[in-house]
């Protein structure tokens, strides 16, 4: 349900400096739930790659230095998952680096997210990251499928509620916005019951059935909810006019 690099990459980097000791980094690795990160200097420049591998192979030195893999496979944060795709074919690897437009490390991308978004399934980042957007500044769940079967993953508690249409080789775009006193019993609702009272939803949930997923973050305060869904909302509606 994307079509490029920047929407499925975790742009929650984690990195390591060279002279980071070998322990710390691997410390660091195994407690975020992932296999491998990048290396990036004091003056932000990549420098390549370190893995678990890396860190617990044989006889080395103490320093992440010491066991680096450079050079480092990388692709523009704003070229297509098949780009993506075909780069890490032919190159055998496991994972990419994403880049801004100033050569700079923004996400990491998996093979595994990859193969994800070519089948227009949801991508799923490790749990030790936590996905904070730029627009409102809220912590979000990963993106769940809207079927009944994935209510059971929301919690009965206040927040904030995003629709998102996308399929694959298409760009995601949210589409709908709404703040809920009881996530897990909103989302049964969506689903059970015609949304006769806002036509613009009931449209969108047959419209676009079978290619919408949620997203939702948990929000007690109700001004914070309040301020989020119109900070959202604005975006929501910017992002269809340009789309």
Known sequence: MAKYIRE?????????????????????ILALGITACPVIDEAGKLRGMVS????MSGPGGNRVSDRIQEPVLTIDSAATIEDGAR????????????????????GMV???????????????????????????????SPDLVLEPE????????????????????SEELPVWVEQAGD????????????QDDQPQLAHLLERDHGHLRFRFAVVGDPAE???AV??????????QRLG
């Open 225 to 227: 909810r309040e301020r």
């Open 150 to 169: 994935q209510s059971e993953q929301v919690p009965s508690e206040p927040g904030v509620l995003v629709l998102v249409y996308g399929r694959a080789g």
């Open 8 to 28: 499925i990459m975790n742009p929650e980097l984690f990195a390591v400096e060279p002279d980071s000791p070998r322990d710390t980094a691997l410390d660091f």
């Open 110 to 140: 998996s093979a595994v997210d990859l193969v994800a978004a070519m089948v227009g399934a949801p991508v799923a980042h490790p749990a030790g990251f936590p996905r904070v957007d730029s627009v409102a500044g809220l912590s979000w």
């Open 230 to 239: 119109g900070e959202l909302r604005t975006y929501v509606h910017t992002r």
């Open 87 to 106: 780069k890490l074919a032919e190159e055998h690897a496991h994972r990419i680096v994403a880049l801004d437009e100033k050569g700079r490390a923004v």
């Open 52 to 55: 678990i591998r890396d860190l």
């Open 183 to 194: 996530l897990r019993a909103r989302i049964d609702s969506v689903l059970d019951v015609p």
